[in-house]
């Protein structure tokens, strides 16, 4: 089984900060990309950051210049470091791991932590 599991998310407020972790962990042998999605209520899932393993990143429009993605390959660890935080920025943020994993998936979700931005 593949572990995802994520840390870090809570209540801010706007202007404030917070740092979201996420590991993946068990059978994972590999690690394409690493990234977070977020979901608020009523929306679909959207992609907030991703980073390839070559290291290179890409961001949703809404946070480029506030969000910043890291990753240390070797932990099999990825960071989101949020700044700026507004209050559209409201919603359960998924880690998501593309690589291979027993059993095979396309996707490794994390089940998610809540990032609540107080207006």
């Known amino acids: 089984q593949v572990h995802v599991v994520e840390s870090g998310g809570g209540l801010v407020q706007a202007g404030g900060s917070l740092r979201l972790s996420c590991t993946a962990s068990?059978?994972?042998?590999?690690?394409?990309?690493m990234g977070w999605y977020r979901q608020a209520p009523g929306k679909q899932r959207e992609l907030v950051a991703v980073i390839i393993s070559g290291g290179s990143a890409n961001y949703a429009d809404s946070v480029k210049g506030r969000f910043t993605i890291s990753r240390d390959s070797a932990k099999n660890t990825v960071w989101l470091q949020m700044d700026s935080l507004k209050f559209e920025d409201t919603a359960v943020y998924y880690c998501?791991?593309?690589?291979?994993?027993?059993?095979?998936?396309?996707?490794?979700w994390g089940q998610g932590t809540q990032v609540t931005v107080s207006s």
């Open positions: 068990g059978s994972i042998f590999s690690i394409n990309a």
């Open positions: 998501n791991v593309r690589g291979l994993g027993a059993p095979l998936r396309a996707d490794y």
